[in-house]
C-alpha cells in the first residue's frame, strides 16, 4: 500500500547533485563564474552542436530567441496549440501575430501536413517563424520542417523543452539528437524541477550559427558586452557597452552546477522513463485506453506518459486517482483557447483535433526515481477504476 501522493512529475536530487551545488556556494562566484559556461560546453558536446546559452527560464529562452531573429509587431509566428503557453508567449512579447497549427493525432505534435497546407495558401515570406514542440519527449520530424524552411523562408525554434536526451533518425540513416539544430536554426530547453535536468529553474538555447549564439549571449544580459572586439572604444579594463536593450536573463552559479550534476545522468533518466513507459504499456492493452505512439527509429524522451481515454470517463478516472493520492495531469489545455488568445481574435473550432485531444488526454506519473512499487499502484489503480465503473 502507497501512502504518499504520486505526482505526475518530480525531481530527483541526490547526494552529489547537493554536493556539488555546496561546493559552488562556497566557491568564489555565486553569479557570472565558470559553472555556466562549464554547462554550457558539457550540453553543447553531448547534444552535438557548436553552441549552448544558458539563461534563466525557458521561457526566457524563447523571448530571446524571438529577440535574435528579430521579430517585429505583426510578424507571423506558426506554432501549436497543445503547449505551455510559453511556446507562444515568447514570440507574442514582441508583438507577433501567433497562428496555431493543428496537431497530429496519433503523435500530438504539430502536424507538418496541415503546416504545409497553412504555408501554401500564402506568399513565400508571410511567417517569419515555425516553432514546433517536442511535446511529452517525441521528437517533431526536424529534416522534413528543415526542407519546408528553405521552401517557403522562414526561422525554425524547435521548443526541446520535453525532450533532451531523445533523438530520431534522418533520411541518411544517421542519429540526430533533439537539440542539436542540424536542421533548425536554435532550439530551446527547460529545466524546471519536473524535467529531465531539474535545477530549480533554468533554461538554455543551442545553436549551431554564431550570429544567433552571440545576439542571445548578449539579450541575456542587458545587452551589455565587454568583449573588446565589440566594443566602440576601450577606456580601461573596467569598460563595457550597452550595445542593445536586453534583459537580467542570466542564470546563478549554483543552479550551473546542479544542471551540469543532473546532465551526468540524463542517459539513465531516459533509459529509466522508457522502462516505465514500456510496463505501462503492457499493463494498459487491454482497457479502453489509448497509450502513446512511437515510431522506431525515435529515442523518445518521455517527458510526459500521455494516455487518452473516453472523454465520459476523463474527469472520473481524474478524480479518481486523485482520491487515491495518485496526481494525474491534464497537459495541455489548447492555449488558443486561453482568454488571451481568444481575445486576439483566436476561438474554439481553430484546432478540432487538439480540442478533441483535450477532452481525453491524462499525464500518468512519469518520472526516474518513480519505484516499481508505486507504479504497480498506479496500474492497479487504473485497473480497478475501470473494474468498478465497467458497465
Not at 555565486?30 to 553552441?51: D, S, V
Not at 491524462?362 to 473494474?387: C, G, K, R
Request: proline content about 5%; some cysteine.
Amino acid at each position: 500500500m502507497i501512502e504518499h501522493p504520486i505526482s505526475y512529475g518530480h525531481q530527483l536530487i541526490t547526494d552529489e547533485d547537493i554536493q556539488a551545488v555546496v561546493e559552488t556556494l562556497k566557491s568564489d562566484y555565486l553569479t557570472q563564474g565558470p559553472r555556466i559556461p562549464e554547462f554550457e560546453k558539457q550540453f553543447a558536446n553531448y547534444l552535438g552542436c557548436e553552441y549552448a546559452c544558458m539563461v534563466s527560464n525557458g521561457t526566457a529562452a524563447l523571448h530571446l530567441c524571438a529577440m535574435a531573429l528579430d521579430i517585429k509587431p505583426s510578424d507571423k509566428v506558426i506554432t501549436t496549440p497543445i503547449t505551455f503557453v510559453a511556446s507562444a508567449n515568447g514570440f507574442r512579447y514582441l508583438g507577433a501575430d501567433i497562428v496555431f497549427c493543428d496537431i497530429d493525432p496519433k503523435t500530438f505534435l504539430m502536424d507538418l501536413d496541415k503546416l504545409e497546407t497553412i504555408l501554401k495558401f500564402s506568399p513565400k515570406g508571410t511567417y517569419k517563424a515555425v516553432v514546433p514542440v517536442d511535446f511529452a519527449g517525441y521528437p517533431i520530424d526536424e529534416e522534413r520542417l528543415h526542407h519546408l524552411a528553405e521552401e517557403y523562408g522562414f526561422a525554425t525554434v524547435i521548443d526541446c523543452c520535453h525532450a533532451p536526451g531523445g533523438s530520431w533518425t534522418d533520411s541518411k540513416g544517421e542519429k540526430q539528437m533533439i537539440g542539436n539544430c542540424k536542421y533548425a536554426d536554435m532550439s530551446v530547453f527547460s529545466f524546471h524541477p519536473v524535467k529531465h535536468i531539474a535545477a530549480g529553474e533554468g533554461g538554455c538555447i543551442t545553436t549551431n550559427r554564431k550570429d544567433l549564439y552571440d545576439k542571445v549571449a548578449l539579450y541575456r544580459t542587458h545587452g551589455i558586452t565587454k568583449d573588446p572586439s565589440r566594443l566602440t572604444r576601450n577606456d580601461g579594463g573596467w569598460y563595457y557597452e550597452m550595445q542593445e536593450l536586453g534583459y537580467n536573463y542570466r542564470i546563478t552559479e549554483f543552479q550551473a552546477a546542479l544542471a551540469s550534476s543532473q546532465l551526468k545522468r540524463l542517459d539513465w533518466s531516459i533509459e529509466r522513463r522508457n522502462e516505465i513507459a514500456h510496463r505501462y504499456d503492457e499493463a494498459l492493452q487491454n482497457l479502453p485506453i489509448l497509450t502513446p505512439y512511437r515510431q522506431e527509429g525515435i529515442t523518445h524522451a518521455f517527458h510526459l506518459y500521455v494516455i487518452e481515454v473516453h472523454p465520459s470517463r476523463r474527469k472520473a478516472l481524474y478524480d479518481y486517482l486523485r482520491d487515491h493520492q495518485i496526481f494525474a495531469q491534464v497537459l495541455y489545455i489548447p492555449a488558443h483557447t486561453m482568454p488571451y488568445y481568444k481575445s486576439l481574435g483566436h476561438k474554439e473550432g481553430e484546432c478540432p483535433i487538439a480540442e478533441d485531444y483535450y477532452t481525453r488526454c491524462l499525464a500518468l506519473p512519469m518520472y526516474p526515481s518513480l519505484t516499481d512499487e508505486e507504479q504497480q499502484y498506479v496500474i492497479d489503480a487504473i485497473i480497478n477504476f475501470y473494474l468498478k465503473n465497467d458497465n
